[in-house]
Structure formats: structure tokens, C-alpha cells
């Protein structure tokens, strides 16, 4: 129901953003405490790689972490056996300073032909998919849209049967 609400008040224009000064690596081991159970239940392993220079950052801390619980949701669901990577980095360019975030897994990957419908409200692969994984198919919808409302964008690789990886 909160991501039904969340896309609604998205697509009325009706989600403020509240920026706030805070450390990453507090945020991020919030979200892994989360989401331990669900990390471990597939018998995944989780690597954290946290560049040294990333440290604070200022942005609506809840709607990245909204976007991280996402993606390592996601990445935990559709792999079993296998590994979990966050990586975070900073990087500067002509546009700013910038953090990136990249979740990878080697879990079943996606389809090419799913690629282009992927940030779609409901988009979940077939019919079995919400009865073997659950989830409301709204997740990467709402990630997407907090991306581009926080500034950002989020793209995704990915390879069926290899894995994939999303980088905000």
C-alpha cells in the first residue's frame, strides 16, 4: 500500500524532497541491518566497498534510503547461493560532486527484452514472478522516479542467468 501511495503522490507531484546533511556509512549499515535476514535467506554474502573520501553527503536521506532497501531487496530476492556487492565512490566532473552507488548480484540476471520496461509501474517479468519472488513491481518504479527527483538518474546492466548490476 505505501508503494501504491508513494507512486500516486509521485505522479500528482505531491513528494517534497527534504535535503539534510548526513554520514553514508551510518545510512548504509542501517539499510544491511534491514535487510540481513533477507540477505542471508538465499545464502547470499554481502561485500561492502566504501571509497575512503565518501563520507558525508547532503540529499533526502530518506528517499535514498528508500532506494537502497530497492535494490539490495531486489538483488537479495533473485539471488540464492551467490554474492551481493555495494560499492559506493565519489566523483567529480564539470557537472559537480557527485556520490554514485552500485549494486551488483549474481543472481538471474534480466532479459534483454525486459530491459526497456524495467522502471514501469508492474513490470515484473512474467506471471511467476510474483508468486516465486513476491513484490509489488513497484520498487524499481519508485527508485527511478527518487532518482530523478534527488537529481540523479539510475541505470542498470544486466545479463540473464550472470547478474546484474544498477548504479544510482
Known amino acids: 500500500i505505501n508503494d501504491i501511495l508513494d507512486v500516486s503522490k509521485i505522479e500528482a507531484g ?58 539490495l531487496s531486489n538483488a537479495s530476492k533473485f539471488t540464492e547461493d551467490g554474492e551481493i556487492t555495494l560499492q559506493i565512490e565519489r566523483r567529480h566532473n564539470e557537472m559537480g560532486n557527485w556520490l554514485i552507488f552500485r549494486v551488483r548480484d549474481t543472481g538471474i540476471g534480466i532479459k534483454q527484452e525486459r530491459l526497456k520496461h524495467l522502471f514501469d509501474s508492474f513490470p515484473q517479468a512474467d506471471q511467476s514472478t510474483p508468486r516465486r519472488y513476491g513484490g509489488t513491481g513497484l520498487g524499481l518504479t519508485i527508485t527511478y522516479q527518487f532518482c530523478q527527483m534527488l537529481g540523479g538518474h539510475v541505470e542498470v546492466e544486466s545479463e540473464y542467468g550472470v547478474g546484474s548490476s544498477f548504479t544510482v
Open 14 to 71: 505531491k513528494m517534497e524532497g527534504y535535503s539534510e546533511n548526513f554520514e553514508v556509512e551510518q545510512l548504509v549499515q542501517g539499510v544491511l541491518s534491514t535487510l540481513s535476514g533477507l540477505i542471508h535467506k538465499n545464502r547470499n554474502t554481502l561485500h561492502l566497498e566504501i571509497a575512503p573520501d565518501v563520507t558525508r553527503m547532503m540529499t533526502d536521506k530518506i528517499k535514498l534510503r528508500q532506494i537502497l532497501m530497492n535494490l
